[in-house]
């Protein structure tokens, strides 16, 4: 009668949640600041920019280090404004656009950091650095595709410029071509053979391809690099139970969790998985130990109360869906459990409420499925 969730179901979600974890973590770094300035401290006479008038260029070199010291302050808004002043002084300094860019960049707004971006490379047009800066703005402003070419040119201005290569098989991976980013990441690993993120990020489009056991080839190598990696025993535990092999799978996510015994969501997913195997001691303390985490975790609230009710302590139970109804107050099957521990320990009044709060739930969110099982447990109640 309560509302619960098949094993099969509670297995797709653990690999989701699992893929979530695993491939939303897919990211590249920010670019770092420009140093305008170095190029009035000490001018290459190779190069292409234009120094000011010895006033004009005094006040530009002020200019410039006000900037850069608001920048690693963290005053960007004042830094931006300087930086601005600056780039009216000498319009033809790549360096300050980049700076700019940068700026834009730590305050969120991609769409403007690109806009100064292209106009370093506009000017500076053989700097890899700038073009890294270009593609990460793109990529954050949700432009992939010209993400992709700013990357590229990244990687063919500098062979040795893993940053790019990193980018670049980011958003490849965003948009699926998951050939382009495996051949982008397999260029990244000779640069840095060592990396376990990168080895991470391979794994990662193995599983989307179905390639399961290379996956878990690829991890295992990873981990005999890093063996105290949480992350990476975790990214093997994904690839274990893609494979269905969920026995291997559970010793990887507890060697995870005994890495980073605080992180509550290894415990949920560690509970979820020993609940799907029908371990329910072993489930009920993996949730036990998410909610003392995290004490606002619905789902591990949820699975408590799920396996309370199968061993039918019944007053536990209540306990555990009165907190959960505390978290999750509209949720409708919170309040349809608690109605159903009420009912079985005997507490036939307190059980019709929670069952009508449960049908006004589904009712006003449209559920008929769940408003045909509170009429039917109101209807049972009542007879």
Known sequence: MAETQGKSTVK???????????????A???????????????PDTNTIYQ?????????????LQD??????????????????QAASLDSKNARIYSA???????????????????????????NAEFY???????ANAGDNRGATAAYRRAT??????????????????????????MRTYEQAIQLDPKS???????????LKQKRYQDAVNVLQRAVSLEPNNSNLQFNLATAYLAQGNQSAGLAALEQAGRLEPRNAEIHLLQGKLKRSQNNLEGALAAYQRAVAIDSKLAEAHAGIGEILLQQQKFQEAVAAYRRLTKIVPQEPAAHFNLGVALSRWGRGSEAIASFNQALNLYQRQGQSEGVQKAEAALRELQQ
């Open 100 to 126: 700019i860019g940068y700026v834009l960049a730590r305050q969120g707004n991609y769409q403007a950091a690109v806009n100064a971006y292209q106009q370093a490379v506009a000017l500076e047009r053989s």
């Open 51 to 63: 120094l000011p008038s010895d006033s004009s260029g005094d006040q530009l070199s002020r200019l």
């Open 132 to 138: 890294y800066a270009l593609g990460y703005s793109l």
């Open 156 to 181: 063919q201005l500098n062979r040795n410029n893993l940053k790019a290569f990193l980018g670049l098989g980011a958003v490849l991976f965003r948009q699926e071509d998951y050939a382009g980013a």
């Open 28 to 42: 590249v770094s920010l670019p770092p600041v420009a140093q305008a300035e170095e190029e009035y401290d000490d």
């Open 196 to 206: 376990v993120e990168i080895r991470a990020s391979m794994a990662s489009i193995l």
């Open 67 to 84: 900037a850069r010291t608001l920048v690693q302050s963290g005053n960007f808004g004042r830094a931006l404004a300087i930086y601005q």
């Open 12 to 26: 797709k979600q653990i690999l989701f949640l699992f893929g979530v974890l695993l491939w939303g973590g897919m």
